[in-house]
């Protein structure tokens, strides 16, 4: 489909009508989510305070430069043949993978800010130690839940603290742990999955190399790729993998198909099997399509291996090394997995993630995305000639099933396609017949400003929770009780020091304690206790929600003269 129709040569119908688009879309989220359903969810919140303005800074920018565009539509430009050459591409991907991991430190200050990334950063200390997980000390068990409030592994969680994901993601930070730096797992990944990309891209437009250029390009003023580059959650691990298997099956020899299946398996143990499954399921028919049935039936096998490998196998393995599920129901399992996301259902808001997920993205991503998949050949692709077919099919599906993700700097659910949508965009810029890159690099040019906005808004969010976890650590006392009332996912500090649960101070959720429990704590070990009056001082945001129980709990502290309050400054 590299050579299909076009639909003109002006770059203005592009430009404008992706504004145009921009602003529908970007107002209806506003008049449903917000103004209609009050929405004072996280997600709103980032909304309101990230991605709206970086969207109308875009939407003003793709606006202003048409009429340059215009101007400049006929003074030659070089045609992307740039994107084929290996020594400026390859330099390319090593300096986005650099700025990530930099990023890591001067933007999030080393914290990992949600309870998904510091489960992923545990396993990872255990791992490099050689564990399955942490050994809880005797005098600390009955205190377990209020040390690792969530997000725990229920199999033989009365005596041991591991990860409820699975491992890879973890085990290949351990792995850079061991090199020297764990903080490079995500950046490495990037520099595989834009690598990968970028074969895939040659190969599916070989006299294209604008089209090439335009996927790079896209890929690499991806805001999403390079801020969540930044952090320890899986999602960097599915784009790498998920472009590494494709540029497999592209390759089409014997050995690439059976490396698709082994990168296939990695994938799903990353940190949940499904993953992988809504990208792979998708071009399962476009083999039958080609009448590939070998192929179809050896990948079919493979997605079958990776529901029992980590499905069944993978619990069963964790059910006899560390004992039964304790103070929860299993959550690994093929069942428990399909009742989870079903449950889930009900926090569907398209509208909202998918604003998310553009504003962190270049602006044409999506709209060019559009292009080549309304623009599809049916008859071709019912014979399974492009691979537009499959592409499209996983994308808009997770696109579609857009449910809440709490945390996340964009859309991370559909991370894993973002190498999908750029090569999908790829076929919608050759559908438009455009041979002038202008319009995508002024476009890259708005994507680095509403780039810098978002990545500095990141960087506000996340200080105050790095500067309440410091506090906490730096406090003299044996204990920290952590009381979450009035502020954002305050339970998330609670957490120990190098991946180990257990730190000095030991962190505590007050509110999986028991009243014999306190009793307990205060005539052993000095008190401290970290409220409102400590992190919104520190500018973690002000949430009115209260709590009765834990307002009794402070309440005994009173009577017995347990505890001090941690005193913060700005």
Known sequence: MTNGGQFGSTPRPLMFCSALGLVIW?????????????GNSLADFLFRTQDLPALVMGMLGLILCVPFVIAHQQ????????????????????????????GGYF???????????????????????????????????????????????????????ASAYLPLNSAFRAFCGWLGDANLSAPILLVIGLAALWRVAVRLFPDRSDAVAVVMVLAGTSMQLLVT??????????????????????????????????????????????????????????FALQRRWAVLAFHLAVLAL?????????????????????????AAGVADKLGSLFARLDSWHPLLQMSRF???????????????????PWRVALRGETIVLPLALGAIAVSVLAMDQGYGWGYRYLHGFIGSLALLAGYGWV????????????????????????????????????????????????????????????????????GNPLGHPVVMNIDQLSVGALDRLCDRYSIGVFDQSAFLPLGIGALRWGDSYIATLRAHMVERGCGRIIVTAR
């Not at 003074?75 to 930099?102: E, H, Q």
């Not at 029992?308 to 090394?321: C, M, R, T, V």
Request: with cysteine; charged share 15%.
């Open 107 to 161: 933007l999030f200050h080393d914290y990992a800010l949600s309870r998904d990334e510091e489960v992923a950063e545990m396993a990872a200390a255990y791992m490099h130690h050689g564990m399955i997980g942490w050994p809880i000390p005797a005098r600390w068990e009955e205190y377990r839940r209020a040390i690792m409030p969530e997000f725990f592994l229920p199999y033989g969680a009365n005596h041991v603290w």
């Open 358 to 376: 553009v504003a962190w993205n270049n602006l044409l991503l999506v709209p060019l995305a559009l292009v080549a998949a309304v623009t599809m």
């Open 431 to 498: 559908r438009l017949g455009h041979h002038s890159l202008r319009p995508v690099m002024a476009a890259a040019l708005i994507a680095l400003l509403t780039g810098t906005f978002l990545a500095k808004r990141a960087q506000d969010y996340v200080l105050p929770y790095a500067k309440s976890y410091r506090a906490i650590t730096q406090s003299r006392f044996d204990v920290v009780l952590v009381d979450p009332r009035g502020g954002w996912f305050v339970t998330d500090v609670v957490r120990g020091k190098n």
């Open 229 to 286: 580059g930044m952090t320890a959650f899986a999602m960097t691990g599915h784009f790498a993998f998920n472009m590494l298997w494709l540029a497999c099956v592209l390759r089409d020899s014997r050995w690439s198909h059976v490396g698709a299946g082994g990168v296939a398996l990695l994938a799903a143990g990353l940190h949940q099997w499904h993953f992988p499954l809504l990208f792979l399921l998708p071009f399962m028919p476009w």
């Open 306 to 330: 990776m529901v029992i490998l980590w499905g069944k196998l993978w619990p069963a393995y964790l059910l006899q090394h560390l004992g039964p599920p304790a103070d929860v129901l299993p």
């Open 75 to 102: 003074t030659p430009v070089k045609d992307g043949s740039w994107a084929l050459n290996p020594r400026i591409i390859l330099p390319a991907i090593l300096g986005f993978a650099l700025i990530a991991w930099v």
């Open 26 to 38: 970007t107002g209806a989220t506003w008049g449903w989510e917000i103004w209609h359903k009050g």
